[in-house]
T-cell receptor, first 108, second 114 residues
């Protein structure tokens, strides 16, 4: 069945470096993707979204890239800060599928 | 603060018991979603309601049921509880319940079944 999965369960980066979190999806008909951030003890929080008619979208310090050919999307965080430490989920909205998340740890 | 409230924050109960989790959506949101999050399963979609009607169903067990009331708050009922039901339960809400809606998540209810 359809799935949305993350490549790596954990990621550690040095403060100030850029972070890249990857996500693969299986449903080629998926047309909308969202990235959520979940801090410890809190519910997931919307970060950025992208529709399938785009291949890149930028927010504040975050960029999402979508490669429909290989059914892959990534979240790039520029100048990673300690406050970015959290679990990041990609979700394919129409089906409400979330992966298990990637845990990002920022090393001061 | 997302504007979505969930009660209680924590719930400890025994196997075989029944509990009710409550969710109040953001003001103006018509759709409510329920998710279960456990350590080894990630975030699992359970069920969605829109304006009082069930709209989508995910991996919800038959022992679980939900409803959305006329004032748009929602309750998730978990019965015949098992140890494996211990998890965080999140409620989310969105404006229209469409696939392109942003979902706003509540703080969750942590359920512990002993």
């Amino acid at each position: 069945g359809e799935s949305v999965g993350l490549h790596l369960p954990t990621l550690s980066v040095q403060e100030g470096d850029n972070s890249i979190i990857n996500c693969a999806y299986s449903n080629s008909a998926s047309d909308y993707f969202i990235w959520y951030k979940q801090e410890s003890g809190k519910g997931p929080q919307f970060i950025i979204d992208i529709r399938s008619n785009m291949d890149k979208r930028q927010g504040q310090r975050v960029t999402v890239l979508l490669n429909k050919t290989v059914k892959h999307l990534s979240l790039q965080i520029a100048a990673t800060q300690p406050g970015d430490s959290a679990v990041y989920f990609c979700a394919e909205s129409n089906q409400f599928y979330f992966g298990t998340g990637t845990s990002l740890t920022v090393i001061p | 603060d997302s504007g979505v409230t969930q009660t209680p924050k924590h719930l400890i109960t025994a196997t075989g018991q029944r509990v009710t989790l409550r969710c109040s959506p953001r003001s103006g949101d018509l759709s409510v979603y329920w998710y279960q999050q456990s350590l080894d399963q990630g975030l699992q979609f359970l069920i969605q309601y829109y304006n009082g009607e069930e709209r989508a169903k995910g991996n919800i067990l038959e022992r679980f049921s939900a409803q959305q009331f006329p004032d748009l708050h929602s309750e998730l009922n978990l019965s015949s509880l098992e140890l494996g039901d211990s998890a965080l339960y999140f409620c989310a809400s969105s404006v229209r319940g469409a696939g392109s809606d942003t979902q706003y998540f509540g703080p969750g209810t942590r359920l512990t079944v002993l």
